[in-house]
């Protein structure tokens, strides 16, 4: 009984959510309409098409402007029917959702956005293993589908705001060839791809029939990639470009003084999930797991590379995700260290390895390096190629270290742990998980209401601190600068924040 | 002269195929199995024993290496270069869009490194032991000991930040801006011609002294002509095979550069492809633009041969 | 011997030996002899590091990141409060290290490849050359990129991936020597006498072909320390936290602005370094030249 009054509460949180968010202001003066905006980026995804069958993690920040997903979000209120969804109704028993959906969208070939195109892309996530608590999907009518789940499911509506959520046109997919497939994004979007230049640029150009009418204000986005920071700040300065995106943190405060407009949000949460499972290795250990953490001065680097922009995590969790004030870090303490790694057996260290995949900052690694150095442990420090990295994945990481994201673009902690989390199998293959791990990420999940998932994450934040499962760092930021006269929210990370339909630049 | 050019045409071809087999084999042998690069951009998320093996045989990976090797020239020569793993588009596409734009670059370094290199040689011969002797040697060894990259950052924070005279870096078509795509051309043309300028100016003036002390340079000396009729009409003529050598060797040390000075500047062009297709470990891609490398390489020396043996006739028959 | 007696018999002006004649040579142009001491300066800096390091080139010190030069640190110190004197020395044993090694290796085995390939010739000879021809073909830069890119990267990678870009050079270089020198009457000589193959190559062909070699792996020190560097601008050389001055000045760019000692101080490095080689190398070619040989 008291699951079904709570799953009331959410449903009328959800509806008066989406209420307020539909009725927030706009921006009260007038934009400038016209004009490319020029991104500087440190990479691109290697493909922009079909984002359904095929992913490159970091493709996020490029697609948006194409793509639009079911769930909208709003950086104050959370979930909101600002995009593809106008409405949405959880059913008493949390076991099925509808979606009311918005009329007149068009995707960019012409085709309609209606509710088999929503089953279409919904059925695409499901054949490939994602969005697992959902049973089928039902279409009730052109504008009306509903979800039917497999049990509850707290975390759905942030999957349906990301990458799940997308909506792309299924005409571009069905009876396309693979060569098309894989060149030709088809969204919703406030603008259209026009040309994509592999590892080089991604020119955007607006789209005539985007149902928001009056955007967007910008004739386009140009994405170019410059890998090299140093190119990138010199030609940012030089005024080559409106914004520059990704942008190292050393940057911020030189550029703020300058007068750029810098925004700063949280970017991953860094893990390192051991290699636990092995008899022979020493992270088998607990004493070595705890020594590992207690080795490296968390703060001292968030100090001097992360430029007030980086934060220690608390425990195993960032400040954002709920639960986590209950924990706190296992603080810098080399002579425990130290003591730890003599109780388990290794009074003069050990040698490992530490891998990094993803883009991770050279500083933080050498840091990270000299850290342990002092502790007596010997790592060597690499970034494994794609190739390499998936590897890892299958196979496992003898007597190492595998450095990852936890992500920070929600308050639920186990949104998080089901994206960057060590289970499902296959996620972090050598790393120990106790059964009761799953038994409290569960029912998480299951959580309906704010005080038992804030009570249940803080539980599982404690069990993953006592038995270091992962061993937690730091939080990293994620830079733009916007040139003068530019308008953007680009600095709302999570990407589903950004609203390129909403950017603009002042013309003189 | 036309057994000479079937002669050096067949050992071009002969090494065009060993490079084709020695990259094929050192992608595959070396450590880093590349099914897992499929497995990862197919997004199979653990996949089984069964599954790995069956996406091995799809892409042609169980098959034996003679037959897979065969299977990609054959390709080749047709013009197909296979398809990239990660961008799952047609070698042969990126190749031909970024191919241009290196061998625009090199062309105009390499006639930037002539124009200024040989003058320099000249000048510094003809004045040995001047101050302006003493210059050039000393700009030639600067020349040919700068980390070049290093050179780019200084060029740039210079020129684009402190003077603001130039872009900073990119590319743009001739076709959209012919000023933006020249403005762009400069600097990293300047930093891909140091070396060569270097290694031509030095060439130069070496041979040149050494023609200079030949008899019939002598006697053109002795006729009474002037100067610079000398210099030009019969020292530099002979002196400048091997600098025509140099030019050629310096071909490859330029398409050497377009790695890191590419990747400097922000150029799409091969150079650049090569770095990011050989740390992404496409496997494909870089068979692709190793051969094509080999293959401008290849043909560039080939000219140079057939250019030295037109203008001195003893080697065609040595 | 029976030179000797033949000068002797001709009455010639008394000659020099060569010792002599090269030392007059070498040391007689002033850009050599600051070359030679150079690097006679850099391996005294690589051998002693430990005592003439102020500091632990590796050891981090966040509190005193990116300070300017002064009396404790006499060229300031990194982004990661390491001082930059110390990691120039230890670097100097990083450079020379990858440089010597590499073009060792790669003299040895690109000496005895081309070496055998000249001296049995036939079809062996042909293929071991051809092998040679298509190595280069391509760039010395792109052939270590792909090497040390697929092997990772890493001191003994970087290595190998710089020698093998340079054997066919060094095996081009001894085949031709091998060729002029077979032909010569003293080996034909020898080998009337019944020495082994072996025995001729160890111990007459490799000798005599010493010189060009020579000169050739002390010029090409000073590329492969250049090459080095790049392999570390592009993130696949030596791996942190070794100091390497490629690693160094890749690592300082990002600080060009904020700290241009950080770049500049490493960069002069290698170029006084290469340049000393260079000199080095060219003394040599004229110290060795056969035609000057016996004269002054």
């Not at chain 1, 892309?121 to 979800?147: F, H, M, P, R």
């Not at chain 3, 011997?1 to 007059?24: C, D, H, I, N, Y």
């Not at chain 3, 070699?213 to 560097?229: C, K, M, R």
Request: proline share 5%.
């Amino acid at each position: 009984m008291k699951t079904r009054t709570t799953l009331k509460t959410l449903r009328a949180l959800l509806v008066t959510t989406a209420l307020v968010a539909a009725g927030a202001a706009a921006p009260t003066f007038a934009q400038d309409r016209g004009g490319v905006m020029n991104i500087l980026a440190r990479q691109l995804p290697s493909e922009m098409g079909n984002i359904k069958t095929t992913f490159a993690a970091g493709t996020s920040g490029y697609i948006f402007p194409v793509v639009e997903t079911l769930v909208g979000v709003d950086p104050e209120t959370g979930f909101s029917p600002t995009k593809l969804a106008t409405a949405w109704k959880v059913a008493d028993d949390g076991l099925s959702i509808n979606f009311t959906l918005r009329e007149g969208v068009k995707f960019h070939d012409g085709t309609d956005f209606n509710a088999e195109a929503v089953k279409w892309n919904i059925d695409q996530s499901l054949a490939k293993g994602a969005l697992d608590t959902v049973e089928s999907v039902s279409v009730d009518s052109d504008y009306s589908v509903t979800l039917h789940l497999k049990q509850p499911d707290s975390t759905l509506f942030k999957a349906l705001s990301w990458y799940d959520g997308i909506m792309i046109s299924p005409a571009s997919v069905e009876g396309q060839t693979a060569e098309f497939v894989a060149s030709h994004i088809v969204g919703t979007g406030p603008f259209t791809m026009e040309k994509f230049e592999q590892d080089a640029k991604v020119e955007y150009v607006a789209f005539a029939d985007y149902w928001d009418e009056g955007k967007p204000y910008l004739d386009g986005i140009t994405y170019t990639v410059v890998p090299d920071q140093n190119t990138a700040k010199t030609a940012f300065l030089a005024g080559q470009a409106h914004v520059w995106d990704y942008m190292d943190s050393r940057n911020a405060p030189e550029l703020r003084d300058m007068g750029y407009t810098i925004n700063i949000t949280a970017g991953l949460g860094r893990i390192m999930y051991p290699d636990s499972v092995n008899a022979d290795s020493p992270y088998s250990k607990l004493e070595v797991r705890q020594a590992f953490e207690h080795a490296i001065d968390k703060h001292a680097i968030v100090d001097a590379f992360g430029y007030g922009t980086w934060s220690v995590m608390d425990g195993p969790c960032a400040d954002i995700h709920v639960g986590c004030d209950a924990v706190s870090e296992l603080a810098y303490d080399p002579a425990l260290a130290r003591d730890l790694l003599a109780k388990a057996g290794y009074p003069n260290g050990f040698e490992t390895t530490v891998y990094a995949v993803g883009s991770v900052e050279d500083e933080m690694m050498t840091a990270i390096q000299a850290f342990l150095a002092d502790a007596g442990i010997t790592a060597t420090m690499l970034k494994p190629d794609p190739a390499t990295g998936a590897a890892l994945h299958a196979e496992g990481w003898n007597n190492a270290m595998y450095l990852q994201g936890l992500t920070t673009d929600g308050p639920s902690f186990a949104a998080a742990l089901s994206v960057d989390g060590p289970v499902p199998v296959g996620k972090a293959p050598v790393t120990e998980v106790p059964e009761r791990y799953n038994e409290l990420l569960a029912q998480v999940m299951a959580a309906t209401d704010a005080e038992s998932e804030r009570a249940l994450s803080a539980e599982l934040a404690q069990f993953i601190q006592d038995e270091m499962i992962y061993i937690p760092m730091f939080v990293t930021s994620r830079n733009a600068a916007l040139g003068k006269g530019v308008h953007s929210d680009l600095e709302a990370y999570s990407v589903h924040f950004w609203n390129p339909a909403e950017s603009w630049i002042e013309q003189k | 002269m036309h057994t000479f050019i079937l002669k050096r045409l067949g050992q071009s071809l002969i090494v065009l195929v060993l490079v084709s087999v020695i990259i094929f084999l050192s992608v595959r042998i070396l450590p880093g199995d590349p099914i897992y690069l499929i497995v990862q951009e197919s997004n199979v998320a653990g996949a089984s024993p069964e599954q790995l093996a069956q996406l091995r045989h799809e892409h042609g990976l169980d098959r034996h290496l003679i037959v897979q090797y065969f299977d990609w020239i054959g390709g080749v020569l047709r013009g197909d270069l296979g398809v990239s793993i990660f961008g799952k588009q047609p070698v042969a596409d990126e190749v031909l869009r970024r191919l241009p734009i290196t061998l625009e670059l090199g062309l105009w370094s390499v006639l930037v490194s002539a124009a200024i290199g040989i003058p320099m040689g000249v000048i510094s011969a003809t004045r040995r032991g001047s101050w302006i002797d003493n210059a050039v040697i000393l700009l030639s060894n600067i020349g040919i000991t700068i980390p070049v990259f290093w050179f780019g950052l200084l060029l740039m924070l210079f020129f684009s930040l402190y003077l603001g005279w130039l872009p900073a870096m990119g590319w743009t078509p001739i076709t959209d801006n012919v000023g933006l795509h020249l403005q762009q051309l400069v600097m990293p043309v300047i930093c891909l011609s140091i070396f060569p300028i270097a290694a031509i100016a030095r060439q130069t003036r070496s041979s040149l002294m050494e023609v200079i002390h030949q008899d019939y340079v002598r006697t053109a000396w002795a006729k009474g002509l002037d100067e610079r009729a000398v210099i030009f009409r019969h020292a530099l003529k002979n002196g400048l095979i091997p600098v025509i050598t140099t030019i050629g060797l310096s071909a490859r040390v330029i398409v050497g550069g377009s790695t890191v000075i590419e990747t400097v500047f922000g150029i799409p062009g091969m150079g650049r492809l090569a770095v990011t297709a050989v740390s992404n470990k496409d496997f494909a891609v870089v068979q692709g633009v190793i051969v094509i490398i080999a293959a401008t390489v290849i043909l560039v020396n080939l000219l140079i041969d057939l250019a030295y043996g037109w203008v001195d006739p003893r080697i065609r028959y040595s | 011997m029976s030179k000797s007696v033949l000068t002797g018999a001709m009455e010639a002006p008394p000659r020099v030996t060569e010792w002599q004649r090269f030392r007059r040579v070498f040391f007689g142009r002033k850009i050599v002899v600051f070359g030679t001491a150079i690097i006679g300066l850099l391996v005294f800096a690589a051998i002693f590091a430990p005592w003439l390091a102020p500091y632990d080139p590796v050891k981090i010190s966040l509190t005193e990141r990116l300070q300017g030069p002064s009396w404790a640190h006499w060229l300031g110190t990194d982004n990661y409060g390491r001082d930059t004197l110390s990691r120039l020395i230890y670097g100097a044993r990083t450079s020379l290290f990858v440089g010597l090694t590499s073009v060792g290796l790669a003299s040895v085995v690109g000496m005895v490849l081309g070496g055998m390939a000249a001296y049995y010739g036939g079809w062996f000879g042909a293929t071991v050359m051809r092998v040679m021809d298509a190595l280069m073909a391509l760039p010395v830069v792109v052939l270590a990129l792909v090497v040390a890119a697929l092997l990772g990267g890493g001191l003994w990678n970087v290595i190998f991936a710089l020698s093998v870009s340079q054997v066919p050079e060094y095996a081009r270089l001894m085949a031709g020597q091998v060729r002029s020198v077979k032909e010569n009457d003293y080996i034909t000589a020898v080998r009337s006498l019944g020495a082994k193959d072996s025995r001729i190559m160890f111990g007459h062909l490799f000798p005599n072909s010493f010189a060009p070699l020579i000169v050739q792996f002390t010029l090409q020190v000073g590329s492969t320390i250049l090459g080095e560097a790049i392999l570390s601008f592009l993130g696949i050389g030596i791996t942190p936290p070794t100091a390497a001055w490629g690693a160094m000045i890749s690592n300082a760019r990002d600080y060009l602005l904020q700290q241009p000692i950080m770049s500049i101080v490493p960069g002069l490095a290698i170029m006084l370094t290469v340049f000393a080689f260079n000199m080095v190398g060219d003394g040599l070619r004229d110290a060795l030249d056969p035609r000057l040989r016996g004269r002054l």
